[in-house]
């Protein structure tokens, strides 16, 4: 079975400082992995995705992810946070209909972000 | 980029009604769409996988009599929260992939909708 682990339910950083938030996962096929935010009472918005290319992805508004199969890791980082940053955080993986038949997705518990001016 | 679009955002219904909520891939074609329920503070919690022209599948634990889902286009699939009670009060979320592109392409999601019943 699938799973997701965010250490850090709360993580704070000062505005321009280094943003690490930790996923790791479990999976018994080659998984995909996806990093989300969602901001209040909004949905989730797409920031990056791992799918088997490069390990290093590139995302959105500057956040970056590197894969790690030996660490089973997928954490999501960027190097200067910003006041805008401030939101909840979701990693998610997917097992690409393999043993679900579906592409269903497991989501981590979610990191919330705070930056302090 | 794919667009899916939720609604209501916000719903306030009395204690045993019914509520409706729909959901809608607005520039691309869903077979599969999810539906998730998220708790205060919490993640998301799938409910129930809706596929185009069968029925859903559910997640252990819900009630498919309670969330019925209808998933009648390749666009709308809708989850009807029958005889409401409050602790059915909750953010649902719903979810779309796009049909026609490769296996890796990502979920895309609706603003969601606040439930409260009171």
């Known amino acids: 079975a699938q799973s997701v682990t965010q250490l850090g339910s709360h993580v704070s950083v000062s505005e321009g400082a280094l943003v690490l938030l930790r996923c790791n996962y479990s999976?018994?096929?080659?998984?995909?992995l996806f990093w989300y935010v969602q901001y209040p009472n909004q949905g989730l918005q797409l920031l990056l995705k791992?799918?088997?290319?490069?390990?290093l992805v590139k995302g959105i508004n500057g956040f970056e992810a590197e894969f790690k199969k030996s660490e089973t890791s997928f954490h999501l980082t960027k190097p200067s946070a910003h006041m805008s940053d401030a939101a909840e955080y979701f990693c998610?993986?997917?097992?690409?209909?393999?043993?679900?038949?579906?592409?269903?997705?497991?989501f981590g518990t979610g990191t919330r972000l705070k930056v302090l001016a | 980029g794919a667009v899916v679009s939720q609604h209501p955002s916000r719903v306030i219904c009395k204690s045993g009604t019914s509520v409706k909520i729909e959901c809608r891939s607005l520039?691309?074609?869903?077979?599969?769409m999810f539906w998730y329920r998220q708790f205060p503070k919490q993640s998301l919690m799938l409910m129930a996988t809706s596929n185009e022209g069968s029925k859903a599948t559910y997640e252990q634990g819900v009630e498919k009599d309670k969330f019925l889902i209808n998933h009648a286009s390749l666009t709308l699939s809708t989850l009807t929260v029958t005889s409401a009670h409050p602790e059915d009060s909750s953010f649902y979320i719903c979810?779309?992939?796009?049909?026609?592109?490769?296996?890796?392409?990502?979920?895309?999601f609706g603003n969601g909708t606040r439930l409260t019943v009171t």
């Open positions: 998610a993986v997917s097992d690409r209909g393999r043993t679900s038949g579906t592409y269903k997705y497991i």
């Open positions: 999976s018994s096929v080659p998984p995909y």
């Open positions: 979810s779309a992939r796009p049909s026609a592109l490769t296996d890796d392409s990502p979920l895309h």
């Open positions: 791992y799918t088997s290319a490069a390990t």
């Open positions: 520039d691309f074609q869903a077979t599969t």
